[in-house]
Each structure stands twice: as C-alpha cells, then as structure tokens.
C-alpha cells in the first residue's frame, strides 16, 4: 500500500468514527502535559497540531494560550468539527508526511495520539519532515505507543478502536528517541502516562540550533 492508499484508508476509518471519537475526548485530559509544552513557548508562537483530529483539546488549548494554530488531518469529518469547534484556527486536510508549508514556519508542533498509525518505516522521514518546518529551537509534542499499548516491543499491525481496526506502529522508546536524534532534536521530556484508562509514551524534543 503507498502513501496515498495507506491516508485514504485512515482518513476513511476516521470519517467514519469522528463524531463518536469528539464526543469522548473529554474523558482524556491532557492538560498537563500540553501545560509543559506551552511553558516553552513564546508569546505568540505559532503552532502546528498535526491530526488535529476534531480541534478538542489540543487546538482549543493552545488558541486559549494566545498561539496562532494550524490544523491538519486527513479525515474531512474531523476537520468539519474542528472548524465549528475552534474557529479562530486554520484547519486544513493535509498528510502531515507531506507537510506544505514553507522551512522554518513554526515554533511548535504537535503530534497528539497521531503518529502511531503510521507505518514506523515512516517515522524517520516524518520527524525530518517536522525539523524542517520548525524554527531553530522550536518544540515537538509527540504521542508514541509502546509495549504498554500493543503488548510488543515493536508493531506494525491493527488494534481495535471504537469498534473499527486501526492501524498501529510503535519502536522500542529508545529506537523512536534515536530517530529523533537523527531528524535533529534533541529530547526534553519523556514519560509514559496514563490517560483515559490508555498508556501512551509522550515525548517533548528540542529542534537544535538555539
């Protein structure tokens, strides 16, 4: 399956299930953690939340801070909600593999609950993609699954989601982390935590150059 076919079918999936999936968010506060990535930015700073999903709670959440947001997602169910949600962002259906944007656009970039359905043999040129269009010094937010989630060390497979099989793919943390490295970040934050009865390795990196 190639990239085009690999998004039509996940944004097909989520077409499906985005109402239902906006419905629940509020069951996973993630307050916390966004709290630690919007303690290092700047006034003002431009944000990319990739799978924005239905805007709640990350777009919301960081329109509220004063951040100029981004949006993109593939599903354009959960881009229509997104907009009616979070009206003062900039939502638009993009394959964030494909990022359209100019280098060096923004000061943030987040990846809440996103990464993880993409094949892993993508996720070096993804987080090079992300390093290209962050500013020197700009922060990355990442969700990443692990053994905690799958029951393996390493996936590439389907779980069960809302009644639907989606797609999954995790390293072994320290594998995801070296990728990384190698993209041109350096890691600030790393911790598993429990959110919404799911465990989900969360990263915060540092794009070098400061």
């Known amino acids: 399956m190639n990239v085009n076919e690999t998004g039509d079918s996940l944004a097909s999936l989520y077409d499906q299930l985005a109402d239902t999936y906006a419905a629940g968010r509020h069951r996973f506060d993630t307050t ?6 919007a303690q290092r930015l700047p006034t003002g700073a431009r944000l990319l939340d990739v799978g924005c999903g239905a805007g709640e709670p ?6 509220n801070q004063g951040c100029a947001v981004v949006g993109i997602d593939l599903s354009e169910r959960m881009l229509t909600l997104a907009r009616q949600r979070a009206p003062e962002a ?15 656009s923004f000061d943030a970039i987040t990846a809440v609950y996103s990464v993880f359905h993409l094949p892993r043999a993508d996720h070096q040129a993804l987080f090079a993609g992300f390093a290209r269009v962050l500013q020197p010094g700009g922060v990355l937010l990442l969700t990443l699954a692990t053994r905690e989630y799958s029951g393996h060390d390493e996936f590439d497979g389907e779980v069960e989601f809302l009644g639907r099989c989606l797609p999954y793919s995790h390293d072994r943390p320290e594998a995801a982390l070296n990728k990384l490295r ?29």
Do not use: H, N
Request: aromatic fraction near 14%; glycine fraction near 8%.
């Open 32 to 37: 916390p953690i966004l709290e630690r990535l």
């Open 58 to 63: 990350t777009a919301c959440y960081f329109l």
């Open 90 to 104: 900039d939502f638009r259906r993009m394959d964030m593999r494909q990022l359209d944007f100019p280098a060096e």
């Open 182 to 210: 190698a993209a041109g970040f350096a890691i600030l934050d790393d911790r598993l935590l429990a959110i919404g009865g799911e465990t989900f390795y969360w990263v915060i990196a540092g794009k070098s150059g400061v």
